[in-house]
């Protein structure tokens, strides 16, 4: 590798924000489950674009049809935002996992790199790389931004470039020499470093929701039922995302439950009675409840957008639900919401589980 570079003298007190790049690999990722993590940074900056690479060792499903780039914006800022992509190969600008098109580079995005390797299977096992930029579609962040992309059961790396002020935050370790090989298993989590905590959430699902009765029984406050099923998960930057916890075993494009619903709960601590002020923003309906209070029907949206909510609080334990439902909409089957609560006195409560 070659790097050629310029000295400015003096411009380093102008430029307020600094390049940035962070590779990280995981053999093999999860078939229909956690998407490939691939940044987590604290802002403001900008995202400047990514390479990916893939070796595929999967042969229930293509590599392309885990999804493409879900990238989650500001989620504990004013202004939170959500961008899903379809399949895969559709973020390079290529079609059918890139089998249709010759290797090829263009200015902004392509697939410079695409083999097929025989490994004494009846199908020959892709090798690729895509690169996508973001410069005539900036996306900048002022708080946050939380990227992964979706898989299947294969060796995959990446390197995301973006622009950040302030100082950067290390998401991940370089692995020692013989876990950078092709082909060496490199388990999620294994080189991973620590993210910042924003609290946990329990989530439960998917529910019925073909006729709204889903969001309509959480509107009415009725009960779920008595043997639901609890997963705890992490919030990052405020955000929640079904789709990492429920995602059907089906074959497809960036397959996902439609006309289904799922229940998020969590505990605000307050540490005394107050009013709270909960900010959502999600697509589709959206049904919260705090305590034993009315249900609030939050609304449907058809794109990715928000609402606040004032509730009260009493000292101590609050439980809070959040009932979604997920059909196609504009983001390709998007299943998220963000959260942020906020008290009379400006304090950030953070979701628990506890």
Known sequence: MQVDWHRYPGQEMKEKRRFCARWRRENATE???EDFFMLDA???GQLVGFIYGVRLIDNTDRWSHGGAENIYLNGEGDYPAYIRGIGGEDTFGTSYGGAQHPPETHLYAGM????????????????????????K???PFEKSIHMRFGCMENDICSTVYW?????????????PFAKLLAGTPLKRGEMDLPLPNAGSWRVAGPFENAHSQAITAAAQGAALPNNVKWIERPSYHGFVDFNHAFR?????VGIHYRGKAAVAQCVLNAPEDTTATLRFAWDDDLVVRINDQPPVKMGQH????????????KKGRNVLRATLSNN???????WTFAMKATTADGTVLQPDVE
């Open 302 to 313: 058809p794109m990715f957008r928000q609402r606040s909510v004032e509730v009260p609080l």
């Open 31 to 33: 078939r229909y489950g």
């Open 137 to 139: 579609d900036s996306i």
């Open 328 to 334: 196609q909409g504009t983001n390709h089957g998007g």
């Open 42 to 44: 604290d802002g403001p």
């Open 248 to 252: 059907p075993h089906a074959r497809g």
């Open 163 to 175: 622009y950040q002020a302030g100082e950067v935050r290390p998401i991940s370790k370089l692995p």
């Open 112 to 135: 410079p790199y695409y083999v097929h390797e025989d490994v004494g299977e009846a199908r020959p096992a892709q090798r690729l790389v895509g690169y996508r930029f973001f410069v």
